[in-house]
């Protein structure tokens, strides 16, 4: 049920991806940029045929295996690891559904169409690629509230186990003979 449900939203994210692309490539691309707010955002259309920041130019085929890979490593976690939070949740959907946006940009056009230019923050990105960061940010997120929230509990656990055992001990013990008190 839960991975029905986070396929399901990455599904949803993709639709939204390719849909903007589809406007971006329409109606951008010939233009070039559009500023939406003067000296922060604008439109600019881009072909990036690398990963984030344009590095690694023209594998196309190596970013579709690793997308591939990582997309099946949140369906295991999910099924045979039982990660199933809220946040691991959205942080898969968010990510699987980025990854897969730009994964058909790459495998149909040869390159991944951005387009989201903010003056404070250089690299042109779309829509896919802030779900990749936001989705990678609440991993880490999860994975330092799981690992804190583990540690507690396995030391409850480790103090109940050690209060049985003295408790175990102390009742194998002969009892104190009664009537004697300590240095009276």
Wanted: proline share 3%; glycine share 8%.
């Amino acid at each position: 049920m839960v991975l029905t449900i986070v396929l399901a939203a990455a599904a949803v994210l993709v639709v939204i991806d390719q849909i903007i692309k589809y406007f971006i490539v329409q109606g951008l691309a010939p233009n070039g940029s559009m500023s939406v707010i003067d000296g922060l955002f604008s439109l600019t259309y881009v072909e990036n045929r690398g990963v984030a920041f344009g590095m690694f130019q023209n594998h196309v085929w190596i970013f579709a295996v690793i997308t591939s890979l990582l997309i099946g490593v949140f369906i295991w976690l999910i099924i045979k690891k039982k990660f199933t939070g809220k946040l691991f949740c959205i942080s898969a959907a968010l990510m699987i559904g980025g990854g897969i946006g730009n994964l058909i940009d790459r495998i149909f056009r040869g390159f991944v169409v951005d387009y989201l230019s903010l003056s404070f923050f250089p690299p042109v990105c779309n829509f896919a690629d802030y779900c990749i960061t936001i989705g990678a940010v609440l991993l880490v997120i999860v994975l330092l509230f799981k690992s804190s929230k583990e540690s507690p509990a396995e030391e409850k656990n480790n103090n109940a186990d050690s209060s049985e055992n003295v408790s175990e001990a102390e009742s194998d013990k002969d009892p104190e003979p009664k009537g004697e008190t300590d240095g009276d």
